[in-house]
């Protein structure tokens, strides 16, 4: 027999095992078989089609597959070392032609780290309504490595302010202390910022850099890594928005307060005046 025959054959009698496990029963063998005996092919491929014929009515009956061979209904084995699902032309180890669920744990990547989520997940949206602050002091965890601070068109009531971020740790949010860099561009020409008392996400300077409190309001995306550990959570993004001479600004901005500590959240502000309108999104990702 050749080792084709022999794994079919092996498979056959497992998935009998697998059927009287589950307390189904199938025909007697058409052919008699003594073991240390010469096998005519024809009488053990006899016995094996009857127990596939067995074991294809149980499939049906459970799930609707049938065994072909080395195929079960769209999924196809290879020796070679690549199975597919869906495929007969499996490319990978595993190929598979429609959805993948995973109903717990994840997906494990080859450095080890494991993904529960969507890659970009949406934990927190702040909307503004004439607003002092727009503050989440429940995102940053330990759940994601990396999260994003998402402006959507984010109006200050006043003209020619700065967009300011304030960390909290310990409880409160901090008012000093913070390293930074910040600037305003606009004609290729560039104007730095270095404030103290927050981390920038629009940076004030002449009216014709600095937002505008009518158009376009403050957009772009300020990125967070790691907040949660005992070390410095470094801010660092871009935003852009409409300045008074109705051109675009472009804020390049940076910075962290200046204490070891884990972050746990964060208020955005106006330098003076209040938050028109506009939402600030707060995605986690690994």
Request: aromatic content about 8%; hydrophobic content about 35%.
């Amino acid at each position: 027999m050749t080792l084709k025959g022999r794994f079919l054959l092996a498979l056959g009698f497992s998935l009998l095992t697998m059927q009287i496990a589950e307390a189904q029963t199938c025909p007697s063998y058409p052919n008699t078989l003594t073991n240390g005996t010469t096998a005519d092919a024809t009488a053990v491929m006899g016995n094996f089609n009857s127990i596939l014929n067995c074991a294809n009515s149980s499939l049906a009956a459970s799930s609707g597959g049938t065994l072909t061979n080395t195929t079960l209904s769209g999924t196809t084995l290879f020796t070679g070392g690549n199975v597919g699902i869906g495929t007969s032309t499996p490319a990978q180890k595993l190929s598979v032609a429609g959805t993948i669920q995973s109903t717990s744990g994840g997906v494990q990547f080859p450095d080890g780290s494991i993904q529960t989520t969507a890659a970009r997940a949406l934990l927190n949206t702040l909307a503004a309504n004439n607003s002092t602050t727009l503050s989440d002091t429940t995102s940053l965890t330990s759940a994601y490595k990396h999260y994003d601070i998402v402006f959507n068109n984010v109006l200050p009531a006043t003209a020619s302010v700065a967009c300011e971020i304030q960390v909290q740790s310990g409880g409160n949010f901090k008012g000093s202390g913070y390293i930074t860099l910040g600037g305003a561009l606009i004609n290729s020409t560039f104007q730095a910022s270095l404030p103290t008392a927050y981390i920038p996400c629009a940076v004030a300077s002449t009216a014709s850099y600095s937002p505008n409190n009518s158009g376009a309001g403050i957009t772009g995306t300020i990125t967070v890594t790691n907040p949660s550990a005992s070390s410095f959570a470094m801010f660092a993004g871009q935003t852009n928005s409409a300045n008074s001479n109705g051109n675009l600004s472009i804020f390049p901005v940076a910075g962290y307060w200046n204490t070891a500590g884990a972050v746990t959240g964060f208020q955005v502000l106006m330098s003076s005046g209040n938050i028109t309108s506009g939402t600030i999104e707060i995605y986690g990702w690994n």
